[in-house]
T-cell receptor, first 110, second 114 residues
Framework: SQQGEEDPQALSIQEGENATMNCSYKTSINNLQWYRQNSGRGLVHLILIRSNEREKHSGRLRVTLDTSKKSSSLLITASRAADTASYFCAPDTGRRALTFGSGTRLQVQP | DAGITQSPRHKVTETGTPVTLRCHQTENHRYMYWYRQDPGHGLRLIHYSYGVKDTDKGEVSDGYSVSRSKTEDFLLTLESATSSQTSVYFC?????????????FGPGTRLTVT
């Protein structure tokens, strides 16, 4: 399967804390992407990390990639109530389509 | 939603009737996708298109057909709707440049089959 598997399935934290989500995959990739989905909405692309990169930052987001372990992590620092959403990883193998797992549901308590 | 619209946004239909969902983009992206999202299953790829009249099946294509006669439109047809096709359907687009398929999603269509 080309899809990523997110862990944990659900995460509840307090506002201001950091949230870490993990992704594992099984195939060789060109890049790995993270998406966010707010309730009832379409997915929104957050960040892309290429296979030759180990770490990437975007605002409060930090993504790491370990191709030897076929894993990635998404860290959201200083979380806000507005970060409450589901987060999905998508390994991009260059085969035209992405597949998505069931995601991590993040709840940030105000 | 990155120049992607879906219509209708909500639909209730009866078992056995044909249903067509439309995805329209203004970005001129080559690739277009249809996904369905159900509780406990995440997003599952139904069909995708890599150009006008060029389509391929995804992991859950049975009972669905697609057509793309213009770059901007990608239609998903449920030939004879069943209750198991009650779901939220998302369209997505991608440029597919340099082997990267970063996707942009539409707002979704909530379909209920009674």
């Amino acid at each position: 399967s080309q899809q990523g598997e997110e862990d944990p399935q659900a995460l509840s934290i307090q506002e201001g804390e950091n949230a870490t989500m993990n992704c594992s995959y099984k195939t060789s990739i060109n890049n790995l992407q993270w998406y966010r989905q707010n309730s009832g909405r379409g997915l929104v692309h957050l960040i892309l990390i290429r296979s030759n990169e180990r770490e990437k930052h975007s605002g409060r987001l930090r993504v790491t990639l370990d191709t030897s372990k076929k894993s990635s992590s998404l860290l959201i620092t200083a979380s806000r109530a507005a970060d409450t959403a589901s987060y999905f990883c998508a390994p991009d193998t260059g085969r035209r389509a992405l597949t998505f797992g069931s995601g991590t549901r993040l709840q940030v308590q105000p | 939603d990155a120049g992607i619209t879906q219509s209708p946004r909500h639909k209730v239909t009866e078992t056995g009737t044909p249903v067509t969902l439309r995805c329209h983009q203004t970005e001129n992206h080559r690739y277009m996708y249809w996904y369905r999202q159900d509780p406990g299953h995440g997003l599952r790829l139904i069909h995708y298109s890599y150009g006008v009249k060029d389509t391929d099946k995804g992991e859950v294509s049975d009972g669905y057909s697609v057509s793309r006669s213009k770059t901007e439109d990608f239609l998903l047809t449920l030939e004879s709707a069943t209750s198991s096709q009650t779901s939220v359907y998302f369209c997505a687009i991608s440029e597919g440049l340099q082997g990267s398929y970063e996707q942009y999603f539409g707002p979704g269509t909530r379909l209920t089959v009674t």
